[in-house]
């Protein structure tokens, strides 16, 4: 089945340590999204890719990084640099960025 | 600024009874919109979309969407809440930021239905 499927449901750091959340699409995608999200604050753009080998930043991009190697494939790295990094990470593609985006399952970030 | 709202942050509403979530732009042109429904710990799910044309749209579940231009809004509606319709709703519009566009949702509706 087509989807996106986000990697590892559950994740647990220690305060200082760099973290990588996977995010992979079998949809022919071009676009992929990951966006933050926290209790009462709705969803909050981090990075965004439109094309392989090319991405953006989001409204709150400062202490995250990303890759776009392969079309299917857009990582997100938490790295020590965030302040608060415990929150859920959903990532989202779609095949035109004016169309709807298809969510993965999310990956629930606590660091300890 | 184009921007997308949620009015109501939380909503009650009992089993059976009609259901009506409230979403607002601000946008030049007729934006593409979009409802989601999240469920706790999950990813979000498509409930439908307007682009052009007929401006009620149906989508899953039994909902539907009316859009209005006089109004900028694109309300979400249901004549019946289940109790499996508990969840948090989000409408979203992509906006313009500089050369590219975003999906940009609102702050969302946490549904509670009463038995």
């Known amino acids: 089945d087509g989807g996106i499927t986000q990697s590892p449901k559950y994740l647990f750091r220690k305060e200082g340590q760099n973290v990588t959340l996977s995010c992979e699409q079998n949809?022919?995608?071009?676009?992929m999204y990951w966006y933050r999200q926290d209790p009462g604050q709705g969803l909050r753009l981090i990075y965004y890719?439109?094309?392989?080998?090319?991405?953006q930043k989001g409204d709150i991009a400062e202490g995250y990084s990303v890759s776009r190697e392969k079309k299917e494939s857009f990582p997100l790295t938490v790295t020590s640099a965030q302040k608060n990094p415990t929150a859920f990470y959903l990532c989202?593609?779609?095949?035109?960025?004016?169309?709807?985006?298809?969510f993965g399952q999310g990956t629930r970030l606590t660091v300890v | 600024a184009q921007s997308v709202t949620q009015p109501d942050i939380h909503i009650t509403v009992s089993e059976g009874a009609s259901l009506e979530l409230r979403c607002n732009y601000s946008?030049?042109?007729?934006?593409?919109l979009f409802w989601y429904v999240q469920s706790p710990g999950q990813g979000l799910q498509l409930l439908l979309k307007y682009f052009s044309g007929d401006t009620l749209v149906q989508g899953i579940k039994g909902f539907e969407a009316e859009f209005k231009r006089s109004q900028s809004s694109f309300n979400l509606r249901k004549p019946s809440v289940h109790w499996s319709d508990a969840a948090e709703y989000f409408c979203a519009v992509p906006i313009s930021s500089g050369s590219a566009r975003q999906l940009t949702f609102g702050s969302g509706t946490q549904l509670t239905v009463l038995p």
């Open positions: 949809l022919n995608h071009d676009a």
């Open positions: 946008y030049g042109a007729t934006p593409y």
């Open positions: 989202a593609s779609s095949g035109d960025s004016r169309r709807e985006a298809f």
């Open positions: 890719s439109q094309i392989v080998n090319d991405f």
